[in-house]
């Protein structure tokens, strides 16, 4: 167990709370710069592709995680951001400056269908954003002037300081300065009056308001930057897959958005990025998988989604904290080594009506 | 003339909504469990019902009733399996438990009967009732009448047995029901084995008017439109709001641009959540500070 004796203000204010931290965080960030020089182009374009993951976890983490409120639509605000994005790129518009059009514009979207969210609260909001996702699905078939349609429109390449993103190398570099940036971003603002009143609205609704928290407008906040994050990510997820075509976009990617929350472990913003590694090694493992599998099982169709069903039912029911609170349970195992007790982590349950009205 | 028989195919679409609607509200009524996969358990119930008919070649009245049997016990089964262990546990971890057995009974399904459609062998596909130019097929007649009985029995039944008034305790508090020794556990295994055979009905009615395939159980989205638009946990209002959206459908699909349609229950849906957000039979209700 280690105790960090404050000895001035300053020790409250850091990010990092004692010199192990700093080490372990500053050596994985060395890693993860070094990295290019030595791995194949290949998997750099797979790690960009779960920091994208990141980007967009981070995003719902704030939502569903610190806000407590589940969104089965996010896949609507990557696609708003994708195709924003583009959109904005194809007018000329510079990558440094389309980006930023891009997220800006999901947040507006996210505040505006956030407006009527602050009159529902837990299934029904679920459902309402479940509804907007199949409308912008809609919307995007059929504005075929901006989108293309069911023909799908091409991301234009990306420029940055007059050096193309697009290869492997310098995407990896994109996504994880936005990963970096969001991640910060997030860590403050958690700290702030802000982040605390989201925290507050998750684990009690009644207790939040009675402490003159004003609910519908830290609500309409959290799903405006929630949906900015994840259309920050769209608009780097339509450089990497390079062809936008509505089916890029279902109902499954926002339940696989919500999978990655879930696994890495909802409340921490380390469970984002394990959330985001299993994600993106997933398909990866099924892929070889089926090479293994006798035949009669590899050709199912379906076959994915369903081994995503499973895990999510798997972690629902044994490990609800994730990923992330295995590895506090891990942590916290050695460091109490022989007192430790098995009720520390207990979850707590309600079985009255009342309990629930939170 | 054309308005009507609109309203007639609306009705008995309106009907299937309504129905798989009632699952999802029996269940959240009794468990406050929100199960997303009715829709699935539906589509599980019309195979097992194609394997009966079209394989096995039994008579359809033996079908149904035992497609019901099985269908209740896989109900049970799934409860006492996977969901009792989260009897108490925040509703969203329920919900996203439920997604996650939709995709596993999904990928399950199509391992097993494969994923091109399938007709099922129904006596009740395939004839018309003419009455002064308005055509009704037996299988639009078949769903609205298998409504209507199911819906009246579901009345007796919660209105006149025990086991019944006992259900309705334990949606109240589970708690109080406990101590006054309702066995709160069988009872929610039975709420759920109810759930699926009524989802199974909806599947065997269905069944002829769209082909059976895995991808089926998608209705349920639209079906939970509908059970939102009734007011949740209102059981009449889960009839109500599928036939609502139901008919608005077919009215939709003549009067506006092709594909709005296929949206204008989610639209209906957001509409009613910002005009009215508890529903049409509002049962909900929330805390004031």
Not at chain 1, 263 to 282: C, E, K, M, N, R
Not at chain 1, 288 to 309: C, K, N, S, T, W
Not at chain 2, 39 to 66: E, H, R, T
Request: net charge positive; charged share 10%.
């Amino acid at each position: 167990m280690r105790f960090v004796l404050k000895t001035n203000y300053g020790q409250d204010v850091n990010l990092f709370l004692h010199g192990g931290q700093r080490f372990w965080y500053g050596l994985l960030l060395a890693v993860v710069l070094l990295a290019p020089l030595v791995l194949d182009t290949f998997y750099l374009g797979e790690f960009a592709l779960v920091f994208i993951w990141a980007i967009a976890g981070t995003g719902l983490m704030l939502l569903v995680g610190y806000t407590g409120l589940v969104s089965l639509g996010h896949a609507a605000f990557l696609a708003i951001g994708a195709y924003a994005h583009t959109y904005f790129l194809t007018q000329g518009l510079p990558f440094v400056l389309s980006v930023p059009l891009a997220t800006m514009f999901c947040a507006v979207v996210g505040y505006i269908v956030g407006l009527p969210a602050l009159r529902m609260t837990g299934i029904y909001f679920a459902i309402a954003t479940l509804a907007f996702e199949r409308i912008s699905a809609f919307v995007i078939e059929h504005w075929e002037a901006v989108t293309g349609g069911h023909f799908g429109i091409r991301v234009p390449d990306a420029t940055v300081l007059g050096s193309n993103v697009d290869g492997p190398v310098g995407f990896y570099y994109v996504c994880l300065g936005v990963l970096a940036v969001s991640l910060l971003a997030t860590m403050n603002l958690l700290r702030s009056p802000t982040g605390r009143a989201f925290i507050a609205v998750r684990d009690s609704e009644v207790s939040a308001q009675s402490m003159g928290i004003n609910l519908a407008r830290t609500k309409c906040t959290a799903f405006a930057l929630s949906a900015a994050f994840t259309g920050l990510a769209g608009s780097l997820f339509a450089h990497k897959i390079g062809y936008l075509a509505p089916d890029a976009f279902t109902v499954q990617t926002s339940i696989q958005l919500l999978l990655m929350v879930v696994v890495g472990g909802l409340g921490s913003l380390q469970g984002i990025v394990y959330g985001a590694i299993f994600l993106g090694l997933l398909p990866q493992a099924i892929a070889f998988a089926r090479d293994v599998l006798p035949q009669r099982i590899a050709e199912i169709p379906g076959l994915e989604p369903g081994i995503f069903g499973l895990i999510l039912i798997l972690f629902l029911v044994f490990e609800p904290l994730g990923i992330h609170g295995r590895w506090v349970k891990i942590r916290t195992w050695f460091d109490e080594f022989p007192l430790y007790r098995k009720a520390t982590y207990k979850r707590q349950r309600s079985y009255l009506r009342t309990e629930r009205v939170r | 003339m054309e308005i009507l028989q609109l309203l007639i195919i609306g009705l008995s679409q309106g009907c299937v909504y309504g129905l798989i609607a009632l699952g999802f509200v029996l269940i959240y009524k009794a468990t406050e469990m929100v199960n997303f996969a009715q829709g699935d358990i539906m589509m599980l119930g019309a195979f097992v019902a194609f394997s009966l008919a079209n394989l096995a070649g039994l008579p359809f009245v033996l079908v149904f009733a035992a497609t019901l049997l099985i269908m209740a016990g896989f109900g049970m089964a799934l409860e006492r399996g996977v969901l009792r262990s989260m009897i108490g546990e925040p509703p969203f971890a329920v919900l996203m438990l439920t997604i996650g057995l939709g995709f596993v009974i999904r990928a399950v399904a199509g391992a097993i009967w494969g994923n091109q459609p399938r007709a099922l062998d129904s006596p009740l596909a395939g004839g018309i009732v003419e009455i002064q130019g308005l055509i009704i097929g037996h299988e639009n007649i078949a769903i609205v009448v298998g409504t209507a009985l199911l819906c009246a029995l579901l009345y007796l039944f919660f209105r006149f047995t025990r086991l019944g008034i006992a259900m309705q305790a334990a949606s109240q508090n589970q708690l109080a029901a406990y101590y006054l020794g309702i066995p709160v556990k069988r009872v929610f295994s039975l709420v759920w084995a109810i759930s699926a055979a009524i989802a199974a009905t909806a599947g065997i009615l269905v069944a002829p008017v769209s082909l059976i395939d895995p991808l089926m159980g998608f209705v349920g989205i639209k079906a939970f439109a509908a059970a939102i638009v009734g007011g949740f946990g209102s059981l009449p209002g889960a009839i109500v709001g599928g036939l609502v959206i139901g008919i608005a459908e077919q009215f939709v699909y003549l009067f506006l641009p092709p594909g709005v349609s296929e949206v204008s229950a989610f639209i209906l849906l957001l509409a009613m959540l910002i005009v009215r957000p508890e529903g049409i039979f509002a049962t909900l209700q929330q805390k004031k500070v």
